[in-house]
């Protein structure tokens, strides 16, 4: 198999931006992350200047990163994050770029001005973890797969699959394990 490039996006699946913001707007946000409003964009970006700089590292960000970085002959590991596009946040692209010099300082991270940029990254097969919908279904139009990010565990059983699938060329059955 030719190489290809396990991307990760940032926020929603490797950075807790939900939880800052929860934090900031005392409201639940959707798991999208889109049901913020220009006026609480500007809530947010009044209450901090380093947004990006701040947010948690996810609950098993780190052991996705991991597992995915475990076959640096058939994959590269990559972060492709996109900056808010309805609001113009300070400081964004520096500190989503401090952001993974602090917390995964291997992974390289790719920056696009909208998330709908992020399809113009893919190569065949590369593969994208993303927790936004519409992200996932333009990367698979491209040619490449996707998983959508919900849980944790759930995306990694799925990037097991599809490494497991990719490596030895034939389909994974749950059933070669016992
Ligand atoms: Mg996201």
């Known amino acids: 198999m030719n190489k290809s490039t396990i991307f990760f996006d940032l926020d929603g ?4 931006f939900n939880k800052k913001a929860k934090e900031i707007l005392n ?15 500007k809530i947010i970006n009044d209450s ?5 700089l701040n947010l948690e590292v996810m609950e098993g960000a780190e052991d996705l990163i991991e597992f995915a970085s475990l076959f640096p002959d058939n994959f590269d590991v990559k972060f492709l994050s996109s900056l808010p596009s309805k609001f113009d946040v ?11 010099s602090i917390n995964f300082p291997d992974i390289p991270l790719i920056v696009v001005p909208k998330s709908s940029a992020k ?15 519409d992200v996932c279904l333009d990367w698979i ?20 699959q599809l490494i497991y699938e ?11 394990f016992y």
């Open 119 to 133: 399809s113009l990254w893919c190569k065949p097969e590369d593969i994208l973890i993303d927790d936004k919908s």
């Open 13 to 16: 699946v490797c950075a807790n």
């Open 141 to 160: 139009r491209q040619g490449g797969f996707a998983i959508r990010y919900v849980t944790y565990e759930e995306t990694k059983y799925q990037l097991f």
């Open 90 to 100: 300070k400081n964004a692209k520096d500190d989503k770029k401090k952001w993974v």
């Open 27 to 41: 409201k639940e946000i959707d798991h999208e992350g889109r049901n913020i409003s220009v006026e609480e964009w």
């Open 166 to 176: 990719r490596l030895l060329g034939k389909e994974f059955k749950y059933s070669n």
């Open 48 to 52: 901090t200047n380093h947004l990006y």
